[in-house]
């Protein structure tokens, strides 16, 4: 009797362990409450039935195109250019393995109590991150402009201010990072807005002014100097400028340096005759720098002189004479590296 009693309880044994496995593998392809990949809820599919939801809410929304708008304006990147992929047997897979963790017997009490697995699963989404890039790259093409920096335009009459100009720029890096994440978001809208970031000009127009305190041009057909300050005509000078063969040297220059009555180094040339190459002391009859000396380039500059009959004429031998009064007031206004242009 005892031993019919002990095969009775090893065949109810036999027969609960013998069902719990049958029930198990019933349920192999059969994926857990409360499993979702990327949002999308799965349990208690089949995995069959997951391969086709995934088709349908997972990958075909993820082939339609990406848009980017900047300003009003639209790019298209498309997912095959993208080359967008999702592995869809890959999510199927990781589904089942998550569902049959643990044992047969945690399985069946995790079925009979209906506690959901809780489990939410990243599609395996993948694209090219060269294409993405190459494509943020063209975006930030169409749109990037470099600031322009005020600057100065001169001629013989006078200066003109060219207004400085903010430029504009798009983070290429950020865009790229944002198409990133938007390209594996099977439920987004696929739109991305950017915005552009401004550059401002290194020199704007209310610095120009600054940057040059002192300005003086020449005009050589109008035997005319003009001294600005700050941009602003100040005053106008009757000069004299070089002569045929001597002609003063037209360009942009800067003052070199200044004298008071400078000694005059006479140029070994031939116009110089018996006084080439000697040293005339300053404020003598026989120099012709008169009161004041700006230099300018290679021997020329602006002085003095006490023929004011050639003034309005070519008559010095590259040096722009001024009287000695206008010569004396210039040379107080004026400092050392102040443009000059002779044209």
Known sequence: ???????????????????????????????????????????????????VLLDRRLARPLERPMSVEVEGRRFSLPARRARVTVDVEASVQDA????????PLSRLARDLSKEPLGADLSPRVTHSRGAVRSFARRVKRAFDRPARDARLRYS??????????????????????RLSTE?????????????????EPKVSTRELAARYPTFITVDRKRFELRFFQKLRLVKKYRIAVGKVGLETPAGLYNVQNKAIDPAWSVPDREWAGDLAGKVIPGATPEN????????IYAGAGIHGTDDTASLGTNASHGCIRMSIPAVKQLYRSVEVETPVFIA
């Open 156 to 177: 013989a009459t006078g200066l003109r201010r060219v207004r400085s100009k903010a430029g504009a720029t798009l983070s290429a890096r950020r865009l790229e990072r």
């Open 183 to 199: 390209l594996a978001l099977p439920d987004g809208d696929r739109r991305v807005t950017a915005r552009l970031k401004t550059v």
């Open 288 to 295: 012709p720098i008169k009161a004041r000396w700006m230099g």
């Open 1 to 51: 009797m005892r031993a019919a009693i002990i095969s009775l309880s090893t065949l109810v044994v036999f027969l609960t362990a013998g069902g719990i496995t049958a029930y198990d593998a019933s349920r192999d392809d059969l994926i857990a409450t409360g499993v979702t990949v990327g949002g999308i809820d799965i349990g208690g599919l089949r995995a069959g039935e997951v391969r």
């Open 96 to 103: 089942l393995a998550k569902s049959r963790q643990g044992g």
